[in-house]
């Protein structure tokens, strides 16, 4: 098997140069998507509702070199509406870097000159990975709910396939957050010996009943938007760009819905407060949907995200929130958790109300009770579920080491 | 000025008797709700906004009788989707009694033989006071969103008129929760003398950005809906039932958005959890709504509500709520509060994060910096924002001496 080149050739130094000086901004500088075709006939992929699918396209990125002992990859799970794009530009003219840009370059939290790092667009996502837009073999067309029901537990075994078919045994690390954690608490429970270590950040072994609570809600706003047509809403020629068909009021909707989610009170609180957009005293327009600034960003965060996501991609991929359970699927979080012996970092954010600390310390305790190693802590920040995104310096003093160490551990043995 | 009639006979003693053991629950038995029109021709009502508005028609219900010195009456201002019908039941085969019941009734928190009790539907509403569904004299069809925005200083405006017309010069006590306890603490800074007593429960001085962000989706699901029409949906023959015309996805949408933001994360942990509503396993469709209980609870909830609620009027009463801002209108909340000689009585509830504590703790230190006298608990119950309905016995220890002393004091002078 045949260790792909690199997207990025990172200095070797921490001064930035070559490519990575053309993004100025110490950074991992231009990266490509590629893509890898797996489960093709006759082994295709069979999910966990019992039905199969195959081929399927993976799109992904990978930033720094594999060693030639292949023992440095680090493997990023994004979440809900992330993608593949962890960091970088794809262009010098790209208006805007990867999801996670600040949070990966040289001696930043996960760095390419130490680490080889890869991102995928998950199982269902609609960023090249096959989901309800690719086109299903049998038919020609697009998927659209033709596509089964497809489950964290899926999306893990198709990176578990892309990892192993880039010729990389065991991983130094899975790191995610939110989905994404659930995605690296899924990965050690159904692949123990896959990696060395866990990070989990703002995650939970379950979906809370107000979290499925507010996936119901955004779901049904894109299933009555009449746009929806049971989910064929992709014109006879292919899909066409993402907010120019399909449920748009329904997507934007369950959008605004999830983003207030992401926020803490105190934070929406101190970005917005009750001031008003334009003026400095009120309309009274009962139908003004941009009186207050607060109202004005939700519908801004509304039509961006449609223009950059799929209304069926989306129902796939909440669903599998919803359905993620690991004590439910494996019995108990002890059972889940205690066949590997990866060492585990685990945050939560205090102000984080969509997954709260209760939730992380439930893994915890887990992992205690099997005698496994974890590292936990909750840490401060106004942003709510949106910290571990945004709170780099606090997220970086912990994962810098927390890696550090896991590799001279794995290469102790 | 004549003293209306009250509706009820309640028993001169606690052991229920006559009308109240009709309804064999120690309540406050059959109800009837009346109607008063209040700023006829030539004396409109002059809004907040700057338009006007007449006649008005108002819905409401009293509970037991006036005193010979008409210093007994007590007004409680219902919530957000509340009405007139505080208590009781309309006819003997009623399927439901009043919104607030088990809290009216002889020996109950607010008790019909010591006190007269008035409740009316808010200006905007639609249940029999003036709103969107009633007609308007100039057209002779429904307002629509021909009525001017409405806010809650019009409200109380309204119900403060409604008092003076039943011969009350000034009020004993204005409670309310949620909505109706921002009209109670607009009614003192209105009209700092038309009461001797507030009691607010789970309210706020002015909605948070939070509570605001909530009602932008709740707002854009409704005008979305292509059946709202610009709010022109009744049909030519006058308004149909609730439920069938008008924007029904799309109101049902806003009420399950609201009704997550009303209950705790406790307590949907506990009432709803991850519990599956018919099966033992999971179903894997994706376009199925009702796999968790949690889900088909809240489109029931959504059901039920466009049975009995009118979508116009939704929007005009959660841009009351939206505008409401006592500090902003009246310079501070000082100015504001520090009018009146009333008593307060403030309560919020521990897992309220619709309207927290801290929004509540404002009231209180305006009041405590001019001298005012004030009584705040926060008290203790898993029903988050619901609890000031929910948790009866203990409000009553509360209110029960609250109300005498009140009463006690005010007769003293």
Same mark, same amino acid.
């Given at each position: 098997m045949t260790v792909p080149l690199t997207n990025t050739a990172p200095s070797p130094a921490h001064d930035s140069s070559g490519e990575i000086s053309s993004?100025?901004? *110490? *950074?991992?500088g231009l990266v490509q998507t590629q893509y890898r075709t797996l489960f093709a006939p006759p082994h295709p992929l069979v999910l966990e509702c019992g039905q199969q699918i195959g081929p399927i396209t993976v799109a992904y990125e990978t930033y720094g070199e594999l060693s030639p002992e292949r023992d440095n990859a680090l493997f990023v799970c994004h979440a809900l509406t992330g993608d593949a794009h962890l960091a970088g530009r794809h262009s010098a003219d790209d208006r805007k870097p990867g999801w996670w840009d600040k949070f990966v370059g040289p001696g930043r939290g996960l760095d390419p000159t130490k680490y080889f790092i890869i991102c995928a667009n998950v199982l269902g996502g609609c960023q090249g990975t096959t989901g309800p837009i690719s086109i299903n073999p049998e038919t020609g067309k697009p998927y659209g709910l033709a596509l089964p029901v497809l489950t964290v537990g899926d999306m893990v075994t198709v990176h578990q396939e892309l990892v192993r078919s880039l010729g990389i045994e065991k991983l130094l690390a899975v790191i995610g957050g939110s989905l994404g954690g659930m995605q690296a608490l899924e990965w050690v429970a159904k692949f123990p010996d896959a990696m060395h270590a866990v990070i989990c950040l703002a995650a939970a072994a379950n979906l809370s009943a107000q979290g499925i609570a507010f996936n119901a809600v955004g779901r049904r706003a894109i299933m009555v938007d009449p746009n929806f047509q049971d989910g064929d809403y992709y014109s006879a020629d292919g899909p066409k760009k993402y907010g120019e068909e399909g449920p748009r009021y329904g997507l934007a909707l369950a959008r605004m819905i999830a983003h207030i989610t992401y926020l803490s009170e105190v934070s929406i609180e101190r970005k917005f407060g009750r001031r008003l957009q334009n003026s400095d005293h009120l309309a009274y327009e009962l139908q003004k949907e941009t009186e207050f600034q607060i109202e004005s960003y939700l519908h801004y965060q509304g039509k961006r995200f449609i223009e950059r996501f799929d209304a069926n991609s989306y129902l796939y991929l909440i669903r599998a929130m919803d359905y993620f359970d690991m004590a439910a699927k494996y019995g108990s979080l002890e059972q889940a958790l205690g066949q590997t012996n990866a060492r585990f970092l685990i945050t939560s954010y205090n102000t984080d109300w969509l997954f709260p600390s209760s939730q992380s310390r439930e893994i915890v305790a887990a992992l205690v009770k099997t005698g496994r190693h974890v590292s936990y802590l909750e840490l401060s920040s106004v942003f709510g579920h949106d910290s571990f995104l945004l709170e780099i310096e606090q997220l970086e003093e912990l994962v810098i080491p927390f890696l550090s160490e896991t590799l001279r551990q794995s290469r102790k043995h």
């Open positions: 993004a100025s901004d *110490g *950074g991992v």
